[in-house]
Nanobody, 120 residues
């Protein structure tokens, strides 16, 4: 069984910062791409940032220059440092990981989500 557990959400004022963390646990061979997504009320889930196992990153336009994604392959964790937060960043943030449990068999796993609320 594989589990992703997020932490670090909360309430912050506009202009503030938060750091989200996600840890993968269970039995698997390795983790490929990891990422953060978010879903605001009444909206579809959208990509925020992703990072490959080699450290290549990609960001949504809304996150560029304000958010930074990082990972620790030894600890199977991925983090999202969010700075200069805006009210429109308010959403439930989800961690996603492409996990290989058997050779040539990769599946996507999602965390349970963590609420981020930015007040104006």
């Amino acid at each position: 069984q594989v589990q992703l557990v997020e932490s670090g959400g909360g309430l912050v004022q506009a202009g503030g910062s938060l750091r989200l963390s996600c840890a993968a646990s269970g039995t698997f061979l390795w983790i490929n791409t990891m990422g953060w997504y978010r879903q605001a009320p009444g909206k579809q889930r959208e990509l925020v940032a992703v990072i490959t196992s080699g450290g290549t990153t990609s960001y949504a336009d809304s996150a560029k220059g304000r958010f930074a994604i990082s990972r620790d392959n030894a600890k199977n964790t991925v983090n999202l440092q969010m700075n200069s937060l805006k009210p429109e960043d308010t959403a439930v943030y989800y961690c996603k990981a492409g996990i290989v449990r058997r050779v040539r068999n990769e599946s996507d796993y999602w965390g349970q989500g963590t609420q981020v609320t930015v007040s104006s």
